[in-house]
């Protein structure tokens, strides 16, 4: 079965904007409207805001080959790759040649199995001929609408396996239908913050790791700025605030640790928002992360654990 443009719509999750360029269909983290903001604001931000980051394809089918065709451009990283889950467990991982069209070929099991492919977490890809040997079900978006604002942790980075940033790993374990919105470098900045036809059930911030030298602007003013006008279009919604995660490089810890303390105490001004401690949820060892900074798979794997577990715990 090949599947239509209309059919493969109905088969991609984590996007709200599907682009059509010429045959290919591009999935978008972001309504348009809002890539046009960032387009105010910052030329790398409105590159990053259309790579594929935390979209994937889903569906329920007994076939045992599953073929589709793509192109990927933009690189951030030369390190990107489709990874295919049946059943929430790792399968196959396509490594994506750069500035190439081609194509990912996956053979899987027997019977009826969820598929997921989880696409490319630092480029911009587009797909079509999405092809299977067998028939389908569609998969019905049950799990609460949980948007995440954050930077190039949450976009996936260090990872270099789409499936395993936090944010895929969170929507594997709790089943949210997550809308995952990270872009590497991403401050507490006004465009970060819009609301358009998506509304979500509730909401996770991770931001403030890209503060820790502060040197050049008013952070204190921007990070007031920020949770006000968080409050002011969500203020009905129980949100989450994740405070920056330790990092293992030579940072004047002074400002770092000063830094972590205001995006706190201005979280906790908000009856509505409840602070998680970003140092309670990866193992403060170099073997958790990639580079000092970034958690690797392992990392965003025990960072989901604990998040999911702190989240059954308070009842988000």
């Not at 890539?35 to 259309?50: C, L, N, P, T, Y």
């Not at 204190?220 to 994740?242: A, R």
């Not at 205001?262 to 009856?271: D, H």
Request: hydrophobic letters at 35%.
């Amino acid at each position: 079965m090949k599947a239509s443009k209309k059919t493969l719509k109905k088969f991609i999750k984590g996007a709200l904007t599907i682009r059509e360029e010429g045959a290919y269909l591009c999935p978008l983290k972001y309504e348009e409207a809002q890539i046009e903001q960032f387009r105010q604001a910052d030329k790398g931000w409105v590159w990053r805001s259309q790579f594929s980051s935390g979209t994937r394809i889903e569906l329920l089918t007994d076939a045992t080959e599953i073929r589709l065709d793509y192109y990927a451009t933009d690189f951030s990283s030369s390190d990107n790759t489709f990874d295919l889950y049946v059943d929430g467990v790792l399968n196959c991982v396509h490594k994506v040649k750069k500035f190439n069209f081609d194509r990912a070929i996956y053979n899987v099991r027997e019977g009826w199995k969820l598929v997921q492919i989880y696409l490319p977490t630092d480029c911009h890809i587009g797909i079509k001929n999405f092809n299977i040997n067998g028939g389908y079900k569609s998969v019905k978006d049950k799990g609460q609408k949980v948007l995440i604002i954050g930077d190039s942790i949450t976009q996936g980075y260090g990872t270099f396996m789409s499936g395993a940033s936090y944010a895929n790993v969170l929507q594997r374990k709790t089943g949210y239908n997550i809308v995952a919105q990270g872009i590497g470098g991403l401050p507490f900045k006004d465009c970060v913050l819009y609301k358009g036809e998506y509304e979500p059930d509730k909401i996770i911030v991770s931001l403030g790791t890209n503060y820790y030298e502060c040197l050049s602007y008013d952070y204190e003013n921007e990070v007031k700025g920020f949770f006000k006008k968080l409050n002011k279009l969500w203020g009905d919604k129980e949100i989450i605030y994740i405070s920056p995660l330790w990092r293992d490089n030579d940072v004047i810890w002074d400002r770092f640790l000063w830094c972590r303390e205001v995006a706190t105490n201005e979280a906790l001004k908000y009856e509505n928002i409840t602070v998680i401690d970003g140092f309670d949820l990866v193992p403060h060892v170099h073997e958790c992360f990639h580079d000092k900074i970034h958690p690797n798979a392992y990392g965003c794997e025990l960072m989901a654990n604990n998040l999911a577990f702190i989240f059954k715990e308070i009842g988000f």
